[in-house]
């Protein structure tokens, strides 16, 4: 499954991208992320839990997730990195944020290379990304 999903906020770009960069403030504007975690360690890591529901259907889902790339106030790729040994299906984020002549515009993909949720992971990301949207552009203005 790949999602993308963009918007464009009236701030600058380096705000936005704060809010992207770090996993940690997920919780706070997009809701199927209960909970992100920082990890001590040399690389940025998070424990990330995941939690949807559609209509009778719950998931949850457990991730730890490493900032794989990161291009200050540009860019930030979050990639799955599990450390228990196991074959674990891929996760991949990137955020991308660009200056525009009202601000910056935020282009995010989600790459979910998995069978678990299947069509529901899909419909349940593609409304929570709506509200979260809407969310992220109440905290930037």
Request: glycine share 8%; proline share 6%.
């Amino acid at each position: 499954m790949d999602l993308v999903a963009s918007l464009d906020a009236p701030c600058a770009p380096d705000l936005l991208y704060r809010w992207v960069e770090d996993l940690g403030t997920y919780p706070q504007w997009l809701t199927i992320v209960t909970r992100a975690e920082r990890l001590s360690g040399e690389e940025p890591a998070w424990i990330v839990d995941l939690r949807g529901r559609l209509g009778p259907l719950a998931r949850s889902k457990r991730l730890r997730m490493v900032r794989t790339h990161a291009e200050p106030d540009a860019v930030a790729v979050f990639e799955r990195q599990e450390d228990d040994g196991r074959h674990h299906s891929p996760w991949v984020l990137r955020a991308e944020v660009t200056s525009t002549a009202d601000g910056s515009h935020l282009r995010m993909h989600l790459h979910y290379g998995g069978t678990f949720w299947g069509p529901v992971l899909e419909r349940l990301l593609r409304d929570e990304v709506e509200q979260g949207s809407r969310r992220l552009l109440d905290l930037v203005r």
